[in-house]
């Protein structure tokens, strides 16, 4: 696959950008990065994108596929090489799409929640209530991976991809306010599914370092 036939447009912050990059070198696609205005967005973004307005933005043969969970499975259908990313099953897709909708609609949302809460017990509050979430993963993890490493199975999945891309933003909150949300002795399998998501070949080199979205949330911290 030519380069200048799949165009990728974001920022390398973006764990919904990360989905995206993780699908593509999934299936060995290779592609243009362009980088996106942050504070001013550009004209290709709002051209591309006119409803939602936001990134991640996907050309392929010029044409612009929006919002990361569409592009996941545009990029399944698209390109039938390399390893599958929803399941085979229709079943075991309607699953994954569940759980996939469950984390960006409900558990995610949370993290912005923890970090516009203001004083201790708020932010213990919010924190309560993500815990409750990840019981909730931990327990749809146990069932869909059937004993394996993955969501996916013996591999990385649609779950996978769509939950890992935001532990990086996850472990900012662990590093500045040294609280735990994955908590091993609470979410043990969701736990260790996290190391060895961030550990994966297929991921390791996409998902923003902890360290790098720590300096991005100070500055935002500033400026709040």
């Known amino acids: 696959m030519a380069t200048n036939c799949v165009k990728l447009l974001g920022v390398w912050a973006s764990p919904y950008v990360n989905r995206v990059e993780i699908a593509l070198k ?9 980088q996106e205005h942050v504070l001013n967005k550009s004209e290709l973004l709002l051209k591309s994108n006119p409803v939602y307005k936001k990134i991640p933005v996907l050309f392929h043969d010029e044409k612009p596929i ?3 969970l569409v592009i996941l499975q545009y990029i399944d259908e698209a390109w039938l090489n390399g390893p599958s990313i929803l399941p085979s099953v ?5 699953i994954a799409r569940f759980w996939a909708a469950y984390i960006d609609e409900k558990w995610y949302p949370l993290v912005a929640e ?3 809460a203001e004083g201790k017990e708020a932010k213990a509050a919010v924190v309560e209530k993500m815990s409750e979430g990840n019981l909730l ?10 004993g394996k490493s993955y969501f996916g199975g013996d591999s990385i999945g649609y779950v996978d991809i769509v939950l890992g891309s935001l532990l990086g933003w996850v ?4 590093i500045m306010d040294e609280r735990k949300i994955l908590d091993e002795t609470k979410t043990p399998s969701l736990a ?5 998501f961030c550990s994966d070949n297929v991921v390791k ?3 923003p370092q902890p360290e790098k979205l720590v300096g991005i949330y100070r500055k935002y911290l500033e400026v709040k």
Do not use: H, Q, T
């Open 192 to 196: 260790e599914w996290a190391e060895r």
């Open 114 to 116: 923890y970090r516009n």
């Open 171 to 174: 472990k900012v909150i662990e």
């Open 205 to 207: 080199d996409i998902i």
């Open 137 to 146: 993963l931990e327990e749809a993890f146990m069932k869909i991976s059937k």
């Open 90 to 94: 229709p079943y075991d897709r309607a």
């Open 66 to 68: 929006c919002e990361s």
């Open 26 to 34: 999934m299936k060995s696609i290779e592609y243009e990065f362009i």
